[in-house]
Nanobody
């Protein structure tokens, strides 16, 4: 069973930066497409960013493009989301997701098989 554990969430002022991480158990991390999603209270879980198995292909939601950076370290079984220029509307629980796939990136939450428990990111004014 694959386990995903997020960390690094917290409280940050608007305009600030935060990096969240997701550690994945197992020895086949490099075979998984990874994604980040977020869910604000009362809203659906939305796509944020995705990265291919090798890290070559990346896709972002328009709302975070130019501010967020997704990356992965296959040697450490970890995917990262660097968030800069944070806005109030970035406040949400951030989830990482994984799916063993040959496709480059996946942007729909229904395409992922494994999920972390989420980490809260709160942006204050």
């Amino acid at each position: 069973q694959v386990q995903l554990v997020e960390s690094g969430g917290g409280l940050v002022q608007a305009g600030g930066s935060l990096r969240v991480s997701c550690a994945v158990s197992g020895r086949t991390f490099s075979t998984y497409v990874m994604g980040w999603f977020r869910q604000a209270p009362g809203k659906e879980r939305d796509f944020v960013a995705a990265i291919s198995r090798s890290g070559v292909y990346i896709k972002y939601a328009d709302s975070v493009k130019g501010r967020f950076t997704i990356s992965r370290d296959n040697a450490k079984n970890t995917v990262f989301l660097q968030m800069n220029s944070l806005k109030l509307e970035d406040t949400a629980v951030y989830y990482c997701a994984a799916r063993r796939s040959s496709l480059s990136v996946l942007t729909y939450n229904t395409e992922y098989d494994y999920w972390g428990q989420g980490t809260q990111v709160t942006v204050s004014s």
